[in-house]
């Protein structure tokens, strides 16, 4: 359970009758707990992206265009499913938001985002979501539309609300397409509610959005909707989707209204895989928690870092706590975590913080075809600058090669920063409400922004020190293994071998 944090995690799995059964989490994913459910009244919103490029911080500022400005959208012809970019109007005014950009994807234009948070306090979350493999057979060649990158910023720079969120991305996709990799989802919320949205593959704009309320939790992973009524778009405060969605299933032979059957969206349009067993094993521990009181922002924290879903293919961490009466906008927060939260600490960002660390900003490592060329003059201060993402990734390696040695005093010292940090942030938010409403609103901006440079980079100093100390021992006690292979990376067909804490614990 999530309060047993630094027992190991077989244990754990163990406890649950799982220890054997459980594959752990390769891919992104979102956790979501209602409002009604959290110790502080705020909706919880946490997960991750799944990339292998390079990551860095961003807050984008809020931003106007002039009339007739437009935005590049879609995939090019290196993508899976290979496409051509189009341009679609852009709107006078995007807002101000908090996201994590990498570099690489095939096909997709950099800088790519799974989300983050906007100055509203609605949350984006990208989740993978294949679509059956006849709808993937249908994708035009080459396809056009809105790719999973553009939809969440642009969902981020638009949407007031989650429900907002769903109906932008609706119409984006009715009007201009969907430019697809086979399938995808998202996760959207708010201090009301949430909504996953799972849009398919096929180029036929089919797509179906499910709220999750403030007494429910929810993990994706893949992205899923199950049974809906046929009727589903008679009921908008709990359902929204394609007005084809019921009657193009129909046409394919893939339901059959005659049989009685419940309309069940996984089984119809995704394959049926439905919820994977780390997801299971997941919202099990969060409901047996829930059973003896409300999650706190603590533990939420805890549920995202488990080694079942953080490990090398989780390019950051996030964690959103959104709650109402948060005002002005520049108070809306978002935790995150420079690369895999299971070895790296959550460190908090408000709106309102003016800029990022060099060393939380971009860097040469990882990042799509930097190794082609020299740096230039006025990038190489930053490059000069160390970069967390890689601190926190060598952190990883030594730590989950040897995770039953080394992952308990890690997650001990992660726990203890975070603990810190959120003991001290109540202080710091109160003094800036209190300039925000002396009419101080740069004071208030600076205090913030301090703040949390300060715990980003003590954070970075903690890393520093683990992986230290950590590499030392780990030379000591087991020594240098070398490579056996000629090949550093790794292809789709042997993504079993990625590096993870879950994955080397001795599970038999």
């Given amino acids: 359970m999530i309060g047993t944090r630094y027992l190991p995690l077989l244990a754990l799995l163990a406890l649950l ?32 992206g799944d990339e292998p490029s390079s990551h860095w911080l961003e807050i984008v500022p809020r931003r106007t265009y002039p009339a007739g400005a437009t935005v590049r959208v879609g995939v090019d012809g290196r993508a899976n499913f290979p496409g051509e970019f189009i341009d679609i109007p852009q709107v006078a005014e995007t807002a101000r938001f908090i996201t994590m950009n990498y570099s690489e994807y095939d096909g997709f234009p950099a800088p790519i985002t799974n989300g983050g948070l906007n100055e509203y306090g609605v949350a984006v979350r990208d989740v993978w979501s294949t679509s059956r493999r006849e709808l993937q057979d249908m994708t035009p060649r080459p396809q056009h539309g809105i790719n999973y990158s553009d ?11 989650a429900r907002e969120a769903v109906e932008i991305a609706g119409e984006l996709i009715s009007r201009y397409g969907d430019a697809t990799y086979g399938g995808n989802s998202h996760f959207f919320a708010d201090a009301d509610e949430g909504w996953v949205m799972i849009e398919f593959a096929g180029g036929k704009g089919l797509w179906i959005a499910e709220r999750i309320g403030p007494d429910e939790v929810r993990m994706s992973y893949p992205g899923y909707v199950l049974e809906i009524p046929l009727d589903f778009a008679r009921h908008p405060d709990r359902y929204r989707g394609s007005p084809n969605f019921i009657s193009f299933a129909i046409e394919q032979g893939w339901y059959d209204p005659k ?3 419940p309309f069940n969206v996984n ?95 971009k860097h040469r490592y990882l990042s799509s075809r930097e190794s082609e060329t020299f740096v230039t003059r006025d990038f190489q201060i930053q490059e000069a600058s160390q970069f967390a993402f890689r601190t926190f990734k060598r952190l990883m390696y030594y730590t989950c090669d040897r995770p039953e040695k080394f992952l308990p005093e890690v997650t001990e010292a992660l726990v203890a920063f975070e603990d810190q940090t959120i003991a001290l942030m109540a202080s710091v938010d109160a003094r800036a409400e209190r300039l925000f409403a002396a009419n101080a609103p740069d004071l208030a901006r600076e205090e913030l922004t301090d703040f949390s440079n300060h715990r980003a980079m003590d954070a970075l100093r903690l890393g ?22 000629e090949q550093m990376g790794q292809t789709d067909d042997d993504r079993e071998a990625l590096v993870g804490c879950a994955k080397t614990l001795p599970w038999e």
């Fill in 17 to 48: 009758g799982l220890a054997s059964a459980v594959e752990p989490a390769r891919a992104s994913y979102a956790i979501y707990v209602g409002r009604n459910l959290s110790a502080d009244g705020g909706t919880l919103l946490g997960g991750t």
């Fill in 151 to 161: 939809l969440s910023r642009i969902v981020m720079e638009r949407a007031h609300t």
């Fill in 259 to 261: 049989s009685g059957k």
């Fill in 267 to 361: 089984a119809v349009y995704q394959g049926g895989n439905g919820r994977s067993p780390a997801v299971k094993v997941i919202e099990e521990r969060l409901r047996r928690r829930l059973a003896s009181g409300k999650l706190t922002l603590r533990e939420f924290m805890d549920t995202v870092r488990d080694p079942l879903v953080s490990g090398d293919q989780s390019g950051y961490g996030q964690v959103a706590s959104l709650r109402h009466g948060v005002s002005p906008a520049d108070r809306q927060l978002l935790w995150v975590a420079a690369t895999g939260a299971v070895t790296t600490p959550f460190v908090p960002y408000w709106i309102g913080v003016q800029r990022v660390p060099p060393e939380y900003g």
């Fill in 464 to 485: 520093e020190a683990l992986l230290t100390s950590i590499e030392a021992r780990h030379r000591l006690l087991y020594g240098y293994r070398a490579p056996t292979g």
